[in-house]
């Protein structure tokens, strides 16, 4: 939905991110490319379409690998392929579940993962807080919770931070809201998804304003509308 938001964000001058900025946060083909062209760590990957024949070099990318449509939300398609005999499946099942009828094949990052939401003002990047993701039900990637404040040290929090800002930054977000899905593997922190919007399952609603004392969705809210939302500080 981000990108038909920030469509008549356009056509209405309000404030917002661009068209362009939008679909680079919601295809996650567009997405990856844009980390790769900016140094961003991201994993490696291709693109199927369903008009694709023949086998895709998934050799090069190794195994376990990860399959998902590049336009879902909330794990909707998502499966994780451990060898290529399960990975036909796979493809066709992502496939099914995009709408514009492409899926991703990228690399499996082993390691935690946590989850971001961020405001940006006028380009200027505010954390709102970082959560470690709990996810259950291999091979899918089912959130089934989250922990606020991170069990981490804040030297793997400094680094998930920076990488979910350039990130941002890669993107194009300026104005509105950021969510990022970050994982922190043997090599540092890599980008798994960045999204223009708050995070769902409770977390921006809930767990951000009973943990912080802060209010991310007004403070969201507020640079959508034009209003200034004042010093963006949490507890």
């Keep these: ?66 399959v998902k449509p590049v336009d879902s939300m909330g794990g909707r398609g998502t499966v994780k392929a451990l060898e290529k005999g399960s990975l036909k499946k796979a493809i ?40 470690d993701r709990h996810i259950f039900f291999p091979p899918y990637f089912i959130e089934m919770g989250h922990t606020m404040p991170s069990v981490h040290s804040s030297d793997i929090q400094k680094s998930v931070i920076d990488v979910f800002c350039r990130g941002i930054k890669a993107i194009g977000i300026d104005n509105g ?9 043997d090599k540092g922190a890599v980008v798994g998804e960045i999204a223009a919007r708050l995070s769902g399952g409770y977390m921006s609603g809930w767990t951000f304003p009973y943990s912080t004392g802060f209010s991310v969705i007004s403070a969201a809210i507020d640079i959508a509308t034009g209003i200034d939302p004042g010093k963006i500080e949490y507890s």
């Excluded at 068209?19 to 919601?26: D, F, R």
């Excluded at 809201?177 to 593997?185: C, F, N, P």
Aim: with cysteine; glycine share 8%.
């Design 1 to 66: 939905f981000s990108y038909v938001v920030a469509w008549l964000s356009g056509k209405l001058s309000l404030s917002g991110i661009s068209y362009e900025t939008a679909l680079k946060a919601t295809d996650k083909s567009k997405m990856r490319r844009v980390f790769e062209e900016n140094n961003v760590p991201s994993p490696k990957f291709i693109v199927a379409e369903k008009d694709m024949s023949g086998d895709l070099p998934v050799e090069e990318l190794g195994f376990p690998l990860v």
């Design 92 to 131: 066709e099942n992502a496939l099914f579940h995009s709408r514009s009828g492409k899926a991703i094949i990228e690399q499996y990052i082993e390691g935690p993962e946590f989850s971001l939401d961020a405001v940006v003002k006028n380009g200027e990047i505010h954390i709102c807080g970082i959560a």
């Design 177 to 185: 809201a950021a969510k990022g899905d970050i994982k922190y593997s």
